[in-house]
């Protein structure tokens, strides 16, 4: 997969809840949906997911940051020091949904599907 799941940070804060993704390679982030799992033993996740987010397309350069907030909002784009750009995206739930450990985010790329 040409992305990385860094980390979901402030886990059950609708205002800061949010997934941080970094781009391995240039990529359109059209391609990739996010969905929301649970752990259901020591490695084994539900295979119904709750909640559904598919990208809108876009290019991403490699290295740049891809952040998706589960709050409402508009995206957007910031240019950071390093030359790299982060791009935020908004899931726009009502409430947050990785409440606790056992909650987690799953990425599929989706490149060539009908």
């Not at 990785?98 to 989706?110: G, P, R, T």
């Amino acid at each position: 997969m040409n992305i990385k799941v860094v980390d979901i940070k402030n886990r059950g804060d609708l205002k800061k809840e949010r997934i941080v993704i970094r781009a391995l390679s240039n990529i359109d982030i059209g391609y990739y949906i996010v969905f929301l799992t649970k752990m259901t033993g020591e490695k084994s996740f539900s295979s119904n997911p709750k909640e559904v987010f598919w990208f809108p397309d876009k290019e991403i350069d490699k290295d740049d940051l891809i952040v998706l907030y589960t709050k409402k909002g508009e995206k957007s784009i910031k240019e950071n020091e390093s030359g790299t750009t982060t791009h935020f995206f908004y899931w726009d739930l009502e409430s947050p949904i990785f409440e606790d450990d056992k909650s987690h985010a799953v990425v599929i790329e989706a490149n060539g599907w009908t």
